[in-house]
């Protein structure tokens, strides 16, 4: 057995051995005192004997989970090592000094090229730092005094309301632990994701387009009104913007491809997306439908495909899964299934005003007909100019459709910024 399958199933051991010993410390009727004497930072109605009952159960089951990880990890050693040693051979093979040499001698070439980027970013950096000292807002205010100013171990388990964006607040409690909880300290996190997002969306466009797309891209994101409110937005916005993005790249080389490395990646940034928002669980099912229904007619003749799409949901899920542990022992799997706040569509006039607000983050604000015959433009423009790459023509047509749909299963109306990856990355940068 090698070290590194014998670190992890130690790992899984030590787990198990430490949920076991908490379910033991933990004394319920020993908490709940604590608790309602104002010994732990939390409301009376939270701090009853049940729940403190619950969470020492949960910590039994999870101690029982990771040790029969261990062990099947332990029988299936030798399949584990074969997939760690492909995973490593992918890597090297994609981070190959030839390749990084390659890359560096395209950036030379392209200097003119890349001195425009320079420009597009510097742009963007000066609409957005003049706005992260601005006054702190309602929503802000919240998720930083309720969440990232409390230690690390109740903001990432209590989970009451969805301002907490579970890993947004550890950025935030990073940031404000280093330089004070001043309003830049609290916006920083959502300002640098913010900026990555936006080089993030000249590669996509570049790898989907050309080069040239790819610089149009990067500066409407530059200059997009609800791209700079939400990149000085001490949320969890401007993240799943970024991981949106890079998990649409690293589908793009999954499908082209079909290397674990990238399925396991595309996975892991999908459960890092859901980890910051739980809505972000309507991307991951589009994505997911998206990827189906391109290799279904691929399995047949090739089964490694099929492998990959199931390294990729299982690694999404049990990444998620393990992500949001503290909160499902603590706060309860209730929590985390609440239907999201929002405007119930009953009525024909509340679809149409959401569909208003929705088309003032995509076209600069428009009223509502102007923005339609746009929407219908640029949907056929993009149409007509991926003849040649068909996967991703599907992609824009799918969208929509499930998005709507699942929409319409709820039976809830989101707030538009639920869907503020689409609006700023997706069709808004193809206009």
Not at 34 to 50: A, I, R
Not at 152 to 165: A, E, G, K, L, R
Request: aromatic residues 16%; proline residues 3%; contains cysteine.
């Amino acid at each position: 057995m090698k070290k590194i399958t014998l670190y992890i199933i130690l790992f899984f051991i030590i787990s198990s051995i430490s949920f076991l010993i908490a379910s033991i410390i933990l004394n319920p009727i020993t908490i709940q005192n604590k608790c309602q004497t104002g010994s732990v930072n939390e409301t009376h109605s939270w701090c009853t004997l049940e729940r403190f009952e619950n969470i020492q159960t949960k910590l039994k089951i999870y101690s029982g989970l990771t040790i029969l990880v261990s062990l099947l990890l332990f029988i299936k050693n030798k399949w584990v090592e074969q997939n760690l040693n492909r995973l490593k051979k992918e890597f090297i093979e994609i981070f190959t000094k030839k390749q990084i040499k390659k890359i560096l001698n395209k950036i030379k070439n392209e200097k003119k090229h890349m001195f425009i980027l320079f420009i597009i970013l510097f742009i963007a950096i000066t609409f957005r730092i003049s706005h992260l000292n601005d006054p702190i807002r309602t929503d802000e205010a919240y998720s930083y005094n309720r969440y990232a100013s409390q230690p690390i171990y109740i903001s990432q388990s209590v989970y009451n309301v969805p301002n907490n964006h579970l890993l947004h607040t550890i950025f935030v409690k990073t940031t404000t632990d280093i330089f004070g909880n001043s309003e830049m300290a609290i916006r920083l996190p959502a300002f640098l994701f913010g900026l990555i997002s936006i080089i993030l969306s000249y590669i996509f466009a570049r790898i989907i387009f050309n080069k040239d797309v790819g610089l149009l891209t990067a500066t409407i994101m530059s200059i997009s009104e609800p791209h700079i409110q939400y990149s000085t937005d001490g949320r969890g916005y401007s993240m799943i913007i970024t991981f949106c993005i890079l998990s649409l790249i690293l589908t793009h080389y999954a499908l082209k491809t079909n290397k674990n490395i990238y399925w396991l990646t595309l996975g892991f940034i999908m459960s890092l997306a859901l980890y910051t928002i739980p809505s972000m669980l309507h991307f991951f099912i589009v994505i997911s439908f998206f990827i189906l229904y391109i290799i279904k007619d691929k399995i047949s003749n090739n089964k490694e495909i099929l492998y990959g799409f199931i390294i990729y949901l299982s690694s999404t899920i049990i990444t998620t899964f393990v992500l949001y542990s503290p909160v499902i022992i603590v706060s309860g799997l209730e929590s985390l299934t609440k239907i999201s706040k929002g405007t119930f569509i009953w009525t024909f006039s509340e679809s149409i005003l959401f569909v208003e607000h929705l088309s003032s983050y995509i076209f600069f604000g428009l009223p509502l007909h102007y923005s339609l015959w746009i929407f219908l433009y640029v949907l056929g423009a993009i149409l007509i100019y991926l003849k040649k790459t068909d996967i991703w023509k599907t992609f824009f047509i799918l969208f929509p459709i499930i998005l709507v749909s699942l929409n319409i299963i709820q039976k809830v109306q989101p707030f538009e910024r639920t869907y503020i990856y689409i609006t700023t990355n997706i069709y808004r940068n193809l206009l």
